[in-house]
């Protein structure tokens, strides 16, 4: 199922840096001859819908400016407010 696709729920933001599809589950091995610690991923995790360095795209998506990050103001969280205001006024008006 793609993460995107669950009923009764709401993405918003930006794409993301990264791919839900990705590797992960990491294990340290040490180098033979050096004897250097490296850490390497030991699984594939795909996510449907998702192709390796596809990032998620939110549904709705949002952009904060300079003002608003120097403001402190989440415009996500805004977002989600101003959502959640206008499935009330549809409920209201039934």
């Known amino acids: ?6 009923k009764n729920s ?7 840096s990264g791919s839900p599809t990705k590797f ?7 180098l033979p ?3 250097i610690d490296i850490v390497i991923s030991t699984k594939y995790f795909e996510e449907k ?7 998620l795209i939110p549904k709705i998506q949002t952009e904060q400016t300079i003002e608003q990050y ?5 415009v ?8 959640r205001l206008s499935l009330s006024n549809k409920n209201v008006l039934k």
Do not use: R
């Open 49 to 55: 819908g998702y192709t390796y360095g596809q990032p």
């Open 76 to 83: 996500d969280w805004e977002e989600f407010l101003q959502q």
């Open 1 to 6: 199922m793609n993460i995107l696709d669950c």
């Open 10 to 16: 709401i993405s918003i933001g930006t794409k993301t």
């Open 24 to 30: 992960g589950e990491t294990t340290t091995i040490t």
């Open 33 to 35: 001859n050096t004897h």
């Open 70 to 74: 120097l403001h402190a103001v989440d």
